[in-house]
C-alpha cells in the first residue's frame, strides 16, 4: 500500500514536498517513481528512483526543479518540488516499480498510491 501526501495549493514559484509512506512489501526491494495527471491530459512521468538510490531520472521539464529521494529506512520516497509553475498542477501519484530501476514506463509499475493534488497559482 502506498500513502501520498504534501500535496497542496501553493503560488508560482514556491516549492511543496510531497511524500509516500509504502507499507506491506519489502519497500528497499522496489524502484519508485512519480507520475502525475493534469485535466485532459495523459498521465506522466515526473521523477524515478533506483531501489538503492543510484540512479534517478526526471521527465525534462521538471530537471533543475524537482529532486526524487528516498529513505528505505523509513519505507518512504519523497519529491521536492521547487520553482513551482503553474503548468506543474496536477494530481501527482507515487508508485513501486518490479525492476527496482525507477523506469519512466507506468506500465512498468506494480503498485499505485491514490495521488495528491498539486495546485500552482499564477
Known amino acids: 500500500q502506498l500513502q501520498a501526501s504534501g500535496g497542496g495549493l501553493v503560488q508560482a514559484g514556491g516549492s511543496l514536498r510531497l511524500s509516500c509512506a509504502a507499507s506491506?512489501?519489502?519497500?528497499?526491494?522496489?524502484?519508485m517513481g512519480w507520475f502525475r495527471q493534469a485535466p485532459g491530459k495523459e498521465h506522466e512521468f515526473v521523477a524515478g528512483?533506483?531501489?538503492?538510490?543510484?540512479?534517478?531520472k526526471y521527465e525534462d521539464s521538471v530537471k533543475g526543479r524537482f529532486a526524487i529521494f528516498r529513505e528505505n529506512a523509513k519505507n518512504t520516497v519523497f519529491l521536492q518540488m521547487n520553482s513551482l509553475k503553474p503548468e506543474d498542477t496536477a494530481v501527482y501519484f507515487c508508485?513501486?516499480?518490479?525492476?527496482?530501476?525507477?523506469?519512466?514506463?507506468?506500465?512498468?509499475?506494480?503498485?499505485w498510491g491514490q495521488g495528491t493534488q498539486v495546485t500552482v497559482s499564477s
Open positions: 528512483i533506483s531501489l538503492s538510490s543510484i540512479t534517478t
Open positions: 506491506g512489501r519489502t519497500f528497499s526491494d522496489y524502484g
Open positions: 508508485a513501486a516499480e518490479r525492476y527496482g530501476l525507477g523506469s519512466r514506463s507506468g506500465r512498468d509499475y506494480e503498485y
